[in-house]
């Protein structure tokens, strides 16, 4: 992998569009020159403190030098097309550089801007970079809005009409606490056509009665879906009771999701003609693709900015008011307060159904399968903000970004129980589950750490998981940490009282008016302290 390819991402804007931010190259010149050159009289003067035409051919040759000693540049593309372009090049004061931004009029306002100067900064940081320093007219509220937002705390003066900024790269707490509420609204920005869509197309539905594809039909259309449902069939005029159009590009309007239960060999071809249609997510239910075509499909859905779920997963629901049904179960899920990632499908029914028995029920399950993009820490992001959901619970096996899980699971778990099951705790375990998912599992013990430090509720077993769930569903969360203990024996109210100190539990002595309460109930010589022992 080369150095470039090493440090090229694709990141979220605001909005929820996908972008790529990637160094600049010294092939990118003419599209850095034109995008500076095509500004509007207002960006220029914003940019360069003169509004008439400007000759970008110095600028868009230093920033396309390639990375140097005290200089460094990042592009953002869209579609190919250069939308933004950060740089920075050392002073003659240690350790501080000057930090230029441009940003395409079309996309102004919608990020590029912050997250450019996010990946700036940490690679700015990296070469010994401590702080930035830019020059700003005073009436550029856009950009010393930027500024201001991006957790760097900023010092300013005013000098003969220009405002001097000049930002410590302190990537510290406060700055990633920043960096994390954007990630966030970017995130729930972007997961909106899979988790809120107006319109369904399902792919992969046939004439024979009993098919993965028709099963999904037939669940959108059972569970009430609030909008439009599509299918596409190349011959039948209708699939499940459901008119079908001959391709994605035949429907009357473009669709928010696809759902693609087709063949492995025609699961590429969908998704192309999905991402020119303008399709906002894809579920791909099909498994076996093999990695080659499964590294193709990602790069076809980040070309198109499509957020992708699977593929070899048992499809999402979401049963708010959308009332999506998009899997292929044979029972429907209850309706209920708790949000449920999984990455087996199996395990995936298996929770749906005993969410439902015990009354718990869902309001939103996304099916990872083998997680290409959609993974649990964009589900905890997306929760952290629903009204619908109240409670969080996981199925994991692997993590691609364990501090990023940390970080949002710790943040979740300051406003709703996250709770998980334990995958993979033996040897046996681990090896199944680097062959169902095709990805390598996190040591049992470091996943262990991973969610004590998350303050993730981690159980043993899926009937624990699911108790607990019911529990938490049906029983509030108690005010504070004491508890009062009432046992028939009094060896177990001791062992009680111990269990509880153990937890971090205080078993407090009753105070006057509450023991007398309890002695005027139970017969004369009961333990009325607590443990209270009848």
Not at 451 to 465: C, D, I, N, P, T
Request: aromatic share 4%.
């Amino acid at each position: 992998m080369t150095a470039v390819a090493a440090d090229s991402c694709h990141a979220l804007l605001a909005d929820g569009t996908t972008v790529l931010v990637r160094p600049a190259r010294a092939d990118d010149e003419p599209r850095v020159r034109a995008m500076h050159e095509a500004l509007s009289p207002h960006s220029r003067r914003m940019r360069f403190f003169v509004s008439g035409a400007v000759t970008a051919d110095a600028l868009s040759h230093r920033i396309c030098a390639g990375p140097g000693r005290g200089h460094g540049a990042l592009l953002a593309l869209v579609d190919g097309e250069v939308v933004g372009a950060a740089s920075y090049d050392a002073t003659g004061r240690p350790g501080v550089a000057e930090v230029a931004l441009a940003v395409a009029d079309r996309l102004q306002g919608r990020g590029v801007g912050t997250l450019l100067l996010e990946h700036l900064a940490s690679r700015a940081r990296r070469e010994g970079i401590t702080a930035f320093r830019a020059d700003v007219l005073p009436d550029n509220h856009r950009m010393l809005q930027v500024f201001a937002d991006l957790g760097l705390r900023p010092r300013q003066r005013l000098d003969r009409g220009v405002v001097e900024l000049t930002l410590p790269l302190d990537l510290d707490d406060h700055y990633l606490d920043a960096v994390g509420e954007r990630e966030g609204v970017a995130d729930r920005e972007s997961l909106r056509p899979l988790l809120r869509p107006a319109s369904v197309v399902v792919f992969g539905g046939t004439r024979r009665p009993v098919s993965v594809g028709n099963a999904v039909l037939r669940n959108i259309r059972a569970g009430g879906f609030a909008g439009r449902l599509y299918a596409v069939h190349p011959q039948a005029a209708g699939v499940a009771g459901v008119a079908a159009a001959r391709s994605v590009a035949d429907l009357p309007q473009t669709p928010d999701l696809a759902v693609v239960a087709v063949p492995p060999g025609a699961v590429l071809d969908v998704a192309r003609a999905c991402g020119e249609r303008g399709v906002g997510a894809l579920v791909v239910i099909t498994a076996d693709l093999g990695a080659d075509a499964e590294r193709e499909l990602l790069a076809v859905c980040r070309s198109h900015g499509m957020r992708l779920v699977g593929p070899n997963c048992f499809g999402v629901a979401s049963l708010g008011s959308v009332r999506l049904q998009a899997t292929f179960s044979a029972h429907p899920p209850l309706p209920g307060r708790a949000g449920l990632v999984v990455q087996s499908g199996g395990v995936g029914i298996t929770l749906l159904e005993h969410l439902s028995r015990l009354g718990v029920g869902v309001s939103s399950f996304v099916s990872a399968g083998n997680k290409l993009d959609v993974s649990s820490n964009d589900l905890l992001q997306w929760w952290e903000a629903d009204p619908d959901t109240s409670m969080a619970v996981l199925h994991v096996e692997s993590f691609g970004n364990p501090r990023k899980f940390s970080r949002l699971a710790r943040r979740l778990g300051r406003r709703m129980p996250v709770l998980t099951v334990l995958a993979g705790r033996s040897a046996a375990g681990r090896r199944a589950a680097a062959s169902h998912t095709g990805a390598s599992l996190t040591p049992a013990l470091a996943t262990e750490t991973l969610f004590a430090q998350a303050g993730v509720l981690a159980a043993r077993s899926l009937g624990e998981l699911v108790g607990t769930a019911a529990l938490l569903a049906h029983q509030p969360l108690p005010a504070g940490p004491r508890v009062a203990v009432v046992t028939n024996a009094g060896g177990t109210g001791v062992l009680a009282a111990d269990a509880c100190a153990d937890a971090g539990l205080q078993v407090r002595e009753l105070d006057g008016p509450t023991r007398r309460d309890v002695e005027a109930l139970l017969p004369a010589g009961a333990a009325c302290a607590n443990p209270v022992d009848t």
